[in-house]
């Protein structure tokens, strides 16, 4: 509940407590409590200037101090901190100077003093304070209690959902279930003043669903806090939202508890989530489901722009990427993501005309998430696609994308141009057909017609130049770690070798087979 310092001066603690500033301030909230005490006066002004915090001290180290004392007041009044409390002392202060109290009525502060006996501690304030501040003035404005009765009265309710909708609405709050990938599956909603696509979208870039607290995100001025819970063994992502800012912390934690409580009760099986069935039918092959799936998804007709799979974009500086494209290029995005691995079919009502527009912002969005991300893989087939072509672009990335890096090992996006040839090189690997040697005899002269070292080193060259440096001999040689001449010299050895220009229309394509067959090979 919203605990005020007026409730707090009710407690036994304060009795004997005098309000001598600012009290027409005391409707103030109080979230939090602490102690004033440190050496530094301005470092403890800082980690105890906390708005809505109240402060506890004896200005033990300024006792005798009045100019520290007032800099004290006024950095805690700017601060907005709840209220201070001095602790008066016949060893430390014995009482307040006049320029102290005018200082906290100038800085807006309000200040309690509590007078010198043995009944009045920190201690014993702390504990009454924070014991207000945990469980609310009484049983029936409690919240938590509020909602187990709701949430518990099987005989007017029939089902958990009609319950839960009560709890919240005599509560003041709204909640939303969602999948692990951010697709609501149960929404009560009280209150309409942000959207939950709004609420999605911050939570994504604080990567939420990996964190194992309960967490407060502020979405402009709407109060929402974030958890898992487990339904029937699964996880799931359960938002709150405090619709008057009523609440702390910790009611809002003991209230997702009781909620996940309440429904092992009821039984309560989630809904089926469609979208989540829909990709993951897709990644697995399954086109029939999916278009079973399409209507109930809201994916019904949609132009599919991309599939992809990633590694290492599973944070908030990724997840900022990706927003700002779907604000931008307005597409929507359907996502799978399970720990570090993220699956992802990006959609678009519009015309071919903005798809083809869409699939440049795709390209670029891809680029944009492996800048300066060594770790980051992404594995994508983008084009204008309809359903039957998305599934097909996630077959074929599930076939190559552990092979296609064995290719291609400096590289981090990968096309389906990439896993094609790949593709049809394990294709070859597997039959081990006649047309394998075919390729691989293409390479047959640098075994042949030069040493084994030399033939191999010219080979490793020819790799390099063909599949990692695009046929640029100066990325060749910062590859290879070897000066731009030496690369040229054996360029000109290798088409010697070959009996023709390498870089040759008629000439590259079977010859880039052969070196992307040669790797898988030697693997």
Not at 28 to 55: A, C, F, P, W, Y
Not at 90 to 99: C, P, T
Not at 232 to 237: F, M, S, V
Not at 329 to 345: A, C, R
Request: aromatic letters at 8%; proline letters at 2%; hydrophobic letters at 40%.
């Amino acid at each position: 509940m919203r605990i005020t310092v007026d409730d707090c001066l009710k407690l036994d603690c304060f009795n004997g407590g005098t309000v001598v500033s600012c009290g027409r301030k005391s409707d103030r909230r109080v979230r939090t409590i602490s102690v004033l005490d440190e050496d530094n006066l301005d470092m403890g002004i800082e980690r105890n200037g906390l708005k809505e915090q109240m402060v506890l001290t004896h200005f033990w180290t300024c006792k005798d101090d009045v100019d520290a004392q007032c800099r004290a007041v006024t950095g805690l009044g700017k601060k907005s901190v709840a209220a201070l409390v001095v602790f008066l002392n016949e060893l430390g202060v014995k009482s307040l100077d006049e320029r102290v109290i005018r200082a906290a009525e100038s800085a807006g502060l309000l200040m309690i003093v509590i007078p010198d006996n043995n009944t009045n501690t920190y201690s014993a304030m702390m504990e009454q304070v924070l014991d207000k501040i945990l469980y609310g003035h009484n049983y029936s404005d409690n919240i938590l209690n509020n909602t187990i009765y709701h949430l518990l009265n099987f005989e007017k309710h029939s089902n958990f959902q009609s319950a839960l909708k009560e709890a919240a609405i005599n509560n003041d709050y709204q909640i939303v279930l969602m999948t692990t990938e951010f697709n609501p599956i149960l929404t009560i909603e009280t209150r309409h003043k942000q959207t939950i696509d709004d609420a999605i979208k911050v939570a994504r870039k604080q990567d939420i669903s990996h964190s194992s607290m309960f967490t407060q995100v502020v979405i402009q001025d709407v109060i929402t806090y974030w958890g898992t819970i487990e339904i029937k063994g699964e996880k799931h992502l359960l938002m709150i939202v405090d619709n008057e800012d009523n609440y702390t912390a910790m009611e809002m934690k003991k209230l997702a508890e009781i909620i996940e409580l309440a429904m092992g009760m009821w039984k309560y099986t989630p809904e089926r989530d469609s979208r989540a069935e829909f990709i993951k039918s897709a990644i697995r092959g399954d086109l029939a489901f999916c278009y079973t799936l399409a209507d109930e998804a809201g994916l019904k007709n949609k132009q599919f722009i991309s599939v992809f799979y990633a590694t290492g974009i599973s944070n908030p500086d990724s997840q900022d990427i990706i927003e700002n494209f779907k604000d931008q290029y307005k597409f929507g995005l359907l996502p799978f993501i399970e720990e570090n691995e993220f699956y992802g079919m990006i959609y678009t009502d519009n015309s071919i005309e903005k798809g083809v527009e869409l699939k440049s912002a795709c390209l670029k969005m891809f680029e944009k998430l492996k800048d300066g991300r060594k770790d980051v893989r992404i594995f994508h087939s983008t084009g204008l696609e309809d359903l039957d072509n998305a599934v097909e672009g996630f077959r074929i990335i599930s076939e190559t994308y552990e092979q296609v890096e064995i290719v291609f090992p400096f590289k981090r996006v990968f096309t389906k141009y990439e896993m094609s040839m790949v593709s049809n090189c394990i294709g070859l690997q597997v039959q081990n057909s006649a047309l394998k040697k075919v390729y691989l005899d293409l390479l047959e002269p640098f075994e042949r017609e030069v040493s084994v070292n030399k033939g191999r080193l010219l080979l490793d060259t020819l790799e390099t130049f063909v599949l990692d440096a695009s046929m640029n001999s100066n990325k060749t040689a910062e590859f290879m770690n070897i000066h731009n001449n030496t690369v040229q010299y054996r360029l000109k050895r290798i088409n010697e070798l070959l009996g023709a220009e390498m870089t040759g229309n008629r000439i590259i394509p079977g010859l880039t087979m052969a070196l992307a067959l040669r790797r898988l090979e030697d693997k």
